[in-house]
């Protein structure tokens, strides 16, 4: 069956524009989680959803990022007034449930430059 | 928390065994070690997960002594494709989900 897909693939922009990242997951999986993983670096954990709720928003970098999940499915996060730290690949992942066994299934990630 | 410490950097050579450990002195009741693969350009992939003793399956073995502060990931008789980076990932919480910076394994000819 279809994997994690993410969109866009790359995205390039300006310093100070807001950009929006697309993650669809794996049909039926009900956990969702973003990553980011700057050059070089492992990842970083930015939020999951359980459903379509995110229960612990204190991993996103600053006020400048947010994310949604609507449908129990699609999700998008959205980074407002980019800076160029912001430059670097997020990450999206699903699991079937939000358990201590289940295992997350990655997307490829956006690659997002800011310049 | 539990941190984990992995070794930066691996070489090894097709056809050997490698084993690669992850330190995690923190480690909780509840927690699971998960260790995951990540080629360049990719999203990382499931390898194998263990509370306790030895777990295997067709891609490789993972080690966990009794007082499970460590784990060892055993790759059976590498070949050049297993070049990647591997992370070793200690929790059962989304908090807990740090990857950390992960072993560089690279395979020669």
């Known amino acids: 069956g279809a994997g994690v897909s993410q969109s866009p693939s790359n995205k390039v922009t300006e310093k100070g524009k807001d950009v929006e990242l697309r993650c669809d997951p794996i049909?039926?999986?009900?956990?969702l989680y973003w990553y980011r993983q700057r050059l070089g670096q492992g990842l970083e954990f930015l939020i999951y959803f359980q459903g379509n709720s995110a229960p612990d928003k204190s991993g996103l970098p600053s006020d400048r990022f947010s994310a949604e999940r609507t449908g129990e499915s699609v999700s998008t996060l959205t980074i407002q007034r980019t800076q160029q730290e912001d430059s670097a690949v997020y990450l999206c992942?699903?699991?079937?449930?939000?358990?201590?066994?289940?295992?997350?299934?990655f997307g490829p990630g956006t690659r997002l430059t800011v310049l | 928390l539990a941190k984990t410490t992995q070794p930066i950097s691996m070489d090894s050579y097709e056809g050997q065994e490698v084993n690669i450990t992850c330190s995690h002195n923190?480690?909780?009741?509840?927690?699971?070690i998960t260790w995951y693969q990540q080629f360049p350009s990719q999203g990382p992939r499931f390898i194998i997960q263990g509370y306790k003793t030895k777990v295997t399956n067709e891609v490789a073995s993972l080690f966990i002594p009794a007082d499970r502060k460590s784990s060892t990931l055993s790759l059976p008789r590498v070949s050049l494709s297993d070049t990647a980076v591997y992370y070793c990932l200690v929790g059962g919480s989304a908090r807990q989900l740090t990857f950390g910076s992960g072993t560089q394994l690279t395979v020669l000819p």
């Open positions: 049909s039926g999986h009900t956990a």
């Open positions: 923190n480690i909780a009741t509840n927690d699971y």
């Open positions: 992942a699903s699991s079937l449930f939000f358990r201590l066994t289940d295992t997350q299934y």
